[in-house]
T-cell receptor
Framework: AQKVTQAQTEISVVEKEDVTLDCVYE???????LFWYKQPPSGELVFLIR??????QNEISGRYSWNFQKSTSSFNFTITASQVVDSAVYFC???????????????FGTGTQLKVEL | DAGVIQSPRHEVTEMGQEVTLRCKPI?????LFWYRQTMMRGLELLIY????????DSGMPEDRFSAKMPNASFSTLKIQPSEPRDSAVYFC?????????????FGPGTRLTVL
């Protein structure tokens, strides 16, 4: 069975600090996909990033960066120079890879509440 | 382009009443998902459809819950009879493709309160 663990339930930082959100996953699949979603106070879920299990290259996009390490089954997410607007719940998710049917059935972690204060 | 549309946005009902939640996926998407979010259980996948056909309903909590997708642009999630423990935010999401790589686009959710 697939499992996603986000051990940090809540993180509080002061604006302009860097913050890293941790995600550890479990799967028996050799091919899989990892996602980060953001849920701001308004409630909708917004897709941020995805990685496939064959691509361990880390990426930076503006203030966001991702660190994917298969050896430790981790897919961590970092916000540099955090802003108040980054305050939200962040979810890590894992999906199976199916070429025929099955679709992208997502397993979500429990989320990390990020609070960025002035 | 319009995103995933859900209605109603808020629903308050009394225990025992029938509740119907509605979803319009993004045009052209062939997968539709229903999720439930609660403080206790987080985000749970209830059921998903591919090309209007239910593929996996193992997450549906009990027989009181049912979901249909009569056509590519409309789906319903029905609870009959509703109970207070059904109170949650229900999300509909849609995606394109079968490989698992494509992200799911979520609707704004329906906040259900059962008194």
């Amino acid at each position: 069975a697939q499992k996603v663990t986000q051990a940090q339930t809540e993180i509080s930082v002061v604006e302009k600090e860097d913050v890293t959100l941790d995600c550890v996953y479990e799967t028996r699949d050799t091919t899989y996909y990892l996602f980060w979603y953001k849920q701001p106070p308004s409630g909708e879920l917004v897709f941020l990033i995805r990685r496939n299990s064959f691509d361990e290259q880390n990426e930076i996009s503006g203030r966001y960066s991702w660190n994917f390490q298969k050896s430790t089954s981790s897919f961590n997410f970092t916000i540099t120079a955090s802003q108040v607007v980054d305050s939200a719940v962040y979810f890590c998710a894992l999906s199976e890879a199916r070429l025929t049917g099955g679709g992208n059935k997502l397993t979500f972690g429990t989320g990390t509440q990020l609070k960025v204060e002035l | 382009d319009a995103g995933v549309i859900q209605s109603p946005r808020h629903e308050v009902t009394e225990m025992g009443q029938e509740v119907t939640l509605r979803c319009k996926p993004i045009s052209g998407h062939d997968y539709l998902f229903w999720y439930r979010q609660t403080m206790m259980r987080g985000l749970e996948l209830l059921i998903y459809f591919n090309n209007n056909v239910p593929i996996d309903d193992s997450g549906m909590p009990e027989d009181r819950f049912s979901a249909k997708m009569p056509n590519a642009s409309f789906s319903t999630l029905k609870i009959q009879p509703s109970e207070p423990r059904d109170s949650a935010v229900y999300f509909c999401a849609s995606s394109l493709g079968t490989s698992g790589y494509n992200e799911q686009f979520f609707g704004p959710g329906t906040r259900l309160t059962v008194l």
